[in-house]
């Protein structure tokens, strides 16, 4: 009888562990789920603040160039106007990815070349001196933006190791 209830004592305490154990399995690959779905939104985020910002800011460099042309060529103050109020349109469009892109990265790499993109597609407006001018202040505004893309795509790449793609520590 004493044998039947250790038999039986040790299948309840072998059972319970087994469901402790059990249980911390789930719970760690539900821990993990849900840091790579974090991780994964994170990514996408960061790709669509990329996407916005490389956008707006091209938008925004060929309407300035456009801008600069017609100032350059003596169109009527009609044109002019017009392309002046595109320009504050294309460079209120680049307010929004702009933060977004300093809230969801702190890589100094990316938020440095996204500054240079900004400062350099801004300062287009400064080069309506000449045609030359002019031309010279587009390169440079695209130069930075290609830039800026292979330094977003640099750090997104999947491979890369980042904190939003960390390993589960070990234990």
């Given at each position: 009888?004493?044998?039947?209830?250790?038999?039986?004592?040790?299948?309840?305490?072998?059972?319970?562990?087994?469901?402790?154990?059990?249980?911390?399995?789930?719970?760690?690959?539900a821990?993990?789920?849900?840091?790579?779905?974090?991780?994964?939104?994170?990514?996408?985020?960061?790709?669509?603040?990329?996407?916005?910002l490389?956008?707006?800011?091209?938008?925004?460099?060929?309407?300035m160039?456009?801008?600069?042309?017609?100032?350059?060529?003596?169109?009527?103050?009609?044109?002019?106007?017009?392309?002046?109020?595109?320009?504050?349109?294309?460079?209120?469009?680049?307010?929004?990815?702009?933060?977004?892109?300093?809230?969801?990265?702190?890589?100094?790499?990316?938020?440095?070349?996204?500054?240079?993109?900004?400062?350099?597609?801004?300062?287009?407006?400064?080069?309506?001196?000449?045609?030359?001018?002019?031309?010279?202040?587009?390169?440079?505004?695209?130069?930075?933006?290609?830039?800026?893309?292979?330094?977003?795509?640099?750090?997104?790449?999947?491979?890369?190791?980042?904190?939003?793609?960390?390993?589960?520590?070990?234990?």
């Amino acid at each position: 009888m004493l044998a039947t209830l250790i038999t039986a004592a040790l299948a309840i305490v072998a059972t319970l562990l087994g469901a402790i154990v059990s249980g911390r399995f789930q719970e760690r690959a539900a821990e993990r789920q849900v840091r790579v779905s974090h991780g994964e939104a994170i990514r996408r985020d960061r790709l669509e603040a990329v996407t916005a910002l490389a956008c707006a800011a091209s938008d925004h460099r060929t309407t300035m160039w456009r801008r600069g042309d017609v100032v350059l060529k003596g169109a009527g103050p009609e044109r002019i106007e017009a392309l002046r109020g595109e320009s504050h349109m294309t460079r209120s469009a680049v307010t929004r990815p702009l933060v977004a892109l300093r809230v969801l990265f702190e890589d100094q790499a990316v938020r440095a070349a996204a500054d240079r993109m900004i400062t350099l597609t801004y300062a287009i407006r400064d080069a309506y001196a000449t045609t030359e001018d002019l031309t010279a202040a587009r390169e440079a505004a695209k130069v930075a933006h290609d830039d800026f893309v292979n330094a977003a795509a640099h750090y997104l790449r999947p491979a890369s190791t980042h904190p939003t793609f960390e390993q589960e520590p070990t234990r």
